[in-house]
């Protein structure tokens, strides 16, 4: 079941699109993920978009509680997961761990983003859980 997506994060994530595009446009490919990230930072910053990096998101099983076991590119928001790659191949298991960042973090909607592609539009996926 999938839950609605409110305006707000839909305008938000137009701009995640946007800030994808400007960056891929002015860099290219090729570049390590860590680039990418900081770029992606700078204009989440730019644009006043608030944001984390590098966000711990802690697991729990039962009683058992994993405190560091999933950490999140960019947490935007604090309702939206971007996930960056800068990879030449692309991975389905990509998708399956932003699906599960999604339902373990309880939130609905995220982006997966590769920049290591010739058109940055192949390297976008929108995901909603």
Known sequence: MTTAITIHDE?????IVDIAYSIH?????GLLEKIYEACFCYELTKRQIPFLTQQKVP???????FEEALR??????????????????YHPVWEAQ???YLRLSGLHLGYLINFNVPLIKGGIKRMVL
């Open 11 to 15: 305008k938000i994530g137009k701009q």
């Open 59 to 65: 697991i729990v099983y039962d009683n058992l509680k």
């Open 25 to 29: 446009k002015a860099l290219g490919a």
């Open 98 to 100: 932003l699906l599960s």
């Open 72 to 89: 999140l590119d960019i947490l935007v928001n604090n309702t939206i997961i971007i996930e960056l790659k800068a990879q030449e191949n």
